[in-house]
């Protein structure tokens, strides 16, 4: 079992979040990286900024803007990984173009050879579909990291068959068409799609949309082994400035709540903090 | 370990030796996929009579076929036979409309019920445009809100036509993002809306449905030019931004060896980039870009080391695309298409040329082409003809055809601008009016 799934498995219902490193800068990343896995999170996404990010939605294409307009590098972000000491595991998620130009040439190689040296656990991109996967999966094999797909409400079939049969880490579950972003509920697609795999032994994790401790009770009610939360969470560093303590503070508060949730969500019996 | 159902060699149908595929969302891949199987049935097979309704309606609404004819007095200049095939008679004034009726059109027989599309400069936009209006299709324009700014006619002419133009507001607001914006918008409501792609660019089946339908431009011009020269030209010309034209013109060309196809792209003001802050003053992919994938496909790109993609310039907003077309990349690679490069300067000074010399205003897009003509071919500087030849390309030949890719009326204003800041040897002198 890789870490990751184990991180899943051991920590059920687990809680994933993202942020995108280097926003505002790489050295606020590091202190919101820490307070997250304080907070509860059981596995961290890091966004390497990419300048062109179709799959996200606004939010978090502004995180992106930020991080790259504080001169955030793959060699940086690779520097601030190298230091991170956290109970999480790490994952990468970045655009596949990043991933081919890390070295000299266009090769996918250098960067995953680079991600196992600084300690990360796995990658996701979100514009790699499984069918041109295998030069990044064999690379990924070489050196024991996750290539975590993703199965949309659009997956269906044979793909679907396929897809879940190389599940590595653990099913990425979109949660509903479109991009990321926080929403006010869980989307009707979510509980279709957690009930058509729910044949499939793998972890499932549901991402895109979720932003409440609710959300995360309903999802894992509904069957997910985990939730994975991301705008809400990079909400919260805009909201803050750069080297603001109370946004470590807010993050780490936000991964509790949602940590809660996904617990009670699965039958946990959960008492709520006292309230000050 | 068993790969996705429709997982093929790396030099299947998908792909141009290493370049193409569908590097995409998964949320899309059943679309593409869906896609995929339409252009098989529809394009490549003509089932239920699709490609003769598509060939009817470019014959009644869009005009074709359009003319190939003989530059008289640019053939006396540069000493040798030259050809303009009139893309710019073409319905709305461009190219454009070949592969916009033709995605419309397929979207129709796939039971699509909305139709989105990105444009840069508005020439794809209100082709689009006009073609949901014509086939009675939703339609939903994605441009920058700085194209929008500079493009205002265009925006009208979209609306006049029935499209939402909806404004894009993210980096610098031009056609990258609206792209990018366009994906995002398919990515919610694939279900029922086809994305009609402006160009030979994104994941497959995009680059080859967009070459077929823009393929008539070559397929007539190869007739044309027989029929008229009683041969086939030694060299073909076309400009290259994301490369429909381009591609458009040279397919049916490209088994013929002994005719050289010739790719101009937008050199801008410089071709030096600055890495630092993202920036290339200039749009000349194929002759300065390195592979890597953007919008769907591997290609050549204008990106920084760290694989950021790079803010493109040029004069020309139609050619001011940071990507290129796979297959464009791939001919490039193997030497049958041959890339070069004409900055700013030199395409005014084309545009001003082509509207003196022959009553032609073409599209700055173009001018581009015709900027090359005259450095390939046109009178040494010391006033005596046969030019050296130029180190980038062989000679043109005694029989040139020219892509006029689009009419100019669109790009009068940026023309007046631009041609003020310049001291440009073809340039007329337009101070009749009180500036």
């Not at chain 1, 929403?183 to 009707?188: E, G, H, K, L, T």
């Not at chain 2, 050809?83 to 039971?111: C, F, I, S, W």
């Not at chain 2, 027989?226 to 994301?242: F, I, M, T």
Request: overall charge negative; hydrophobic content about 35%.
């Amino acid at each position: 079992m890789s870490e990751i799934e184990a991180a899943i498995r051991e920590n059920h219902p687990a809680l994933i979040t993202y942020i995108t490193a280097g926003d505002p800068s790489l050295e606020d990343t590091r202190e919101y990286v820490e307070a997250l896995d304080r907070g509860g999170a059981d596995l961290i996404e890091l966004g390497l900024p990419f300048s062109e990010p179709i799959a996200e939605g606004p939010t978090i294409q502004a995180a992106i803007n930020r991080a790259l307009d504080a001169g955030t590098t793959p060699q940086g972000f690779f520097e601030l990984v190298d230091d991170l000491e956290t109970e999480a595991p790490l994952l990468v998620m970045t655009y596949y173009n990043m991933i081919l130009q890390y070295g000299p040439e266009a090769d996918v190689r250098p960067f995953v050879e680079r991600a196992a040296e600084a300690g990360l656990s796995g990658i996701i991109v979100p514009d790699l579909p499984a069918e041109e996967a295998d030069p990044l999966r064999a690379a990924c094999d070489d050196h024991g990291l996750d290539l975590v797909f993703i199965v949309a409400p659009t997956t269906e079939g044979e793909r679907l068959e396929t897809i879940m049969s190389q599940v590595s880490g653990f099913a990425y579950v979109q949660a509903r068409l479109g991009t990321t972003g926080a929403r006010a509920d869980v989307s009707n697609a979510t509980h279709d799609s957690l009930a058509r795999l729910s044949a499939y032994d793998v972890p499932k994790a549901v991402g895109f949309g979720v932003s409440e401790g609710d959300h995360a009770a309903e999802i894992i009610e509904a069957g997910a082994d985990g939730v994975i939360v991301g705008s809400a969470l990079v909400d919260i560093i805009a909201e803050h400035g750069e080297g603001d303590a109370p946004a470590a503070d807010a993050l780490e508060a936000k991964a509790e709540e949602l940590k809660r949730g996904a617990r009670r969500g699965g039958g946990v019996d959960v008492p709520e903090p006292e309230q000050p | 370990m068993s790969k996705p159902e429709r997982n093929r060699d790396r030099d299947s149908e998908a792909t141009f030796g290493e370049y193409g595929g569908q590097y995409v969302p998964e949320a899309l891949m059943p679309a593409v996929q869906e896609l995929e199987d339409a252009y098989e049935r529809y394009v490549l097979e003509n089932e239920d009579g699709f490609m003769d309704e598509f060939r009817e309606r470019m014959r009644d609404f869009g005009g074709r076929p359009t003319p190939l004819q003989r530059a008289d007095r640019l053939s006396d200049r540069y000493d040798r036979e030259i050809y303009l095939k009139r893309e710019d008679l073409l319905h709305g004034g461009a190219h454009k409309l070949n592969n916009a009726l033709g995605q419309v059109l397929l979207a129709k027989y796939m039971g699509k019920e909305r139709i989105i599309a990105e444009t840069g400069a508005g020439q794809h936009g209100t082709a689009t445009a006009m073609a949901a209006a014509h086939l009675d299709m939703p339609c939903e324009i994605y441009m920058g809100r700085t194209d929008i700014n500079r493009q205002r006619p265009n925006v009208y002419r979209m609306r006049m036509n029935g499209a939402e133009v909806n404004p894009v507001t993210a980096g610098s607001g031009t056609l990258k993002e609206a792209i990018n914006e366009t994906m995002r918008d398919w990515a919610t409501t694939v279900e029922r809306t086809h994305y009609v792609i402006g160009s030979i660019v994104g994941p497959h089946p995009f680059p080859k449905l967009v070459r077929d339908f823009q393929s008539v431009i070559g397929r007539e011009s190869r007739e044309q030019i027989r029929e008229k020269a009683g041969r086939l030209p030694d060299s073909v010309l076309a400009c290259a931004g994301g490369g429909s034209n381009t591609m458009g013109t040279f397919y049916e060309f490209v088994p013929d060896e002994s005719v050289d196809l010739v790719a101009v792209e937008a050199g801008g003001s410089s071709l030096e980039i600055d890495e630092a802050n993202a920036l290339a003053p200039n749009s000349a992919t194929l002759s300065t870009g390195t592979d890597g994938v953007l919008h769907g496909a591997m290609t050549k790109l204008l990106q920084s080391g760290d694989g950021q993609i790079m803010e493109s310039h040029s004069v020309s907003a139609g050619l001011d695309y940071a990507g290129v077309g796979p297959e464009l990349s791939y001919l490039v690679d193997t030497g049958r298409v041959t890339p070069v490069s004409v900055g700013d300067d030199a395409a005014l000074n084309g545009f001003h040329r082509l509207s003196n010399l022959e009553g032609i205003i073409p599209a700055l897009e173009t001018s581009h082409a015709l900027g090359y003509l005259e450095r390939a071919a046109g009178p040494a500087a010391d006033g005596r003809a046969a030019k050296p030849r130029d180190e980038n390309h062989e000679d043109l030949g005694d029989l040139v055809v020219v892509n006029v890719s689009g009419r100019g009326d669109k790009d009068l204003e940026t023309v007046l601008e631009e041609t003020e800041k310049r001291d440009l040897e073809a340039a007329p002198d337009v101070e009749v009016f009180d500036r």
